[in-house]
């Protein structure tokens, strides 16, 4: 009798064979800069098959990396864009630090409320926005009193209804 190999067709990335393994290699490829098309590559090369489909597609990698959190932050390339230090920050550093989504800040930008500009990092482009220290600062006390504004008015209204 010959020796056949069956591959067992499964409906979801977490029923696979060494799905643990899988999700090693993508967080080791990323954390050392590959791109999720260069990943997908790699992944085919050494013969990981993704469910349902033949091969893994640069797609596929980006959700499997966002929906198992597989990299640190923001994507690779915006902690590698020129700056300057202290002065520039990208639309998500700054929106954590001030605690507000990075849409309001982008809103901001495009509203002329914030100064910034568009860094160039290969085919990406980043937002960078230019803010010192006693703004952020400023705007953060800003946000801090919005935010406490409406804890308020929200406890006043779960009291009155």
């Not at 495009?110 to 230019?130: F, K």
């Not at 952020?136 to 009291?159: E, K, V």
Request: net charge positive; charged share 25%; aromatic share 6%.
């Amino acid at each position: 009798m010959a020796n056949v190999q069956l591959i067992r067709p499964v409906r979801c990335f977490e029923q696979l064979r060494g799905f643990d393994q899988l999700l090693a290699a993508i967080r080791d490829l990323r954390r050392q800069g590959c791109s999720t098309a260069a990943i997908a590559e790699q992944l085919n090369a050494t013969g990981w098959r993704p469910p349902k489909c033949t091969r893994f597609e640069a797609a596929t990698v980006q959700r499997l990396i966002l929906h198992y959190k597989l990299s640190e932050g923001r994507p690779i390339w915006t902690s590698n864009v020129p700056r300057e230090t202290g002065l520039e920050w990208t639309l998500q550093e700054i929106a954590t630090q001030l605690g507000l989504n990075r849409h309001v800040i982008y809103r901001w930008l495009r509203q002329g409320r914030l100064s910034g500009r568009i860094a160039d990092r290969g085919d990406q482009r980043v937002w960078l926005v230019r803010m010192s220290e006693a703004e952020r600062n400023h705007c953060g006390l800003i946000t801090w009193r919005c935010h406490a504004r409406a804890a308020r008015l929200a406890g006043a209204r779960t009291m009155i209804g």
